[in-house]
């Protein structure tokens, strides 16, 4: 799990729009490494976490479309289903909201990675960064025999 910056990008609901943005940061060697767009009539806003952050905010600057940058929670998941409930459980166990995650697509190795936006920062690391993981991002985790009482 890492604090990860991620970008919000204003854009008009026409067609072209996101593949003129996906396309200028393709040309940038920019690697998207999670997004979501949500629309309504009019506008739509693109989320994404990328890998080179400061070349992604020199291209969307470059746009001229209203772009904002906030720090989200970056977590590693096993592509399984209960995944993201086993995090929002334990988020919600503590008394954080959640105001809006998505989750990539499987990738090699049957990881995913989850994007989260909470309200409180500091205290979601804490719940959620009590497990330690292995170098591949798998959850470490004590026998029942080990566990202190």
Do not use: W
């Amino acid at each position: 799990m890492q604090v990860v910056k991620e970008f919000s990008v204003s854009l008009v609901n026409k067609p072209g729009v996101l593949a003129g943005v996906m396309k200028a940061l393709g040309r940038a060697k920019v690697n998207v490494v999670a997004m979501t767009l949500s629309d309504s009539a009019r506008h739509g806003v693109l989320r994404l976490v990328v890998a080179q952050t400061a070349t992604a905010a020199k291209v969307l600057g470059g746009l001229g479309v209203p772009v904002k940058q906030s720090d989200v929670l970056q977590i590693k998941l096993a592509n399984k289903a209960g995944a993201m409930a086993e995090v929002a459980g334990k988020l919600a166990a503590a008394h954080v909201n959640i105001a809006y995650a998505y989750c990539t697509s499987g990738a090699s190795g049957g990881r995913t990675t989850g994007i989260i936006n909470v309200e409180n920062l500091p205290k979601a690391m804490k719940v959620l960064g009590a497990e330690k993981t292995h170098k591949d991002g798998a959850v470490v985790r004590r026998s029942q025999g080990s566990r202190r009482s």
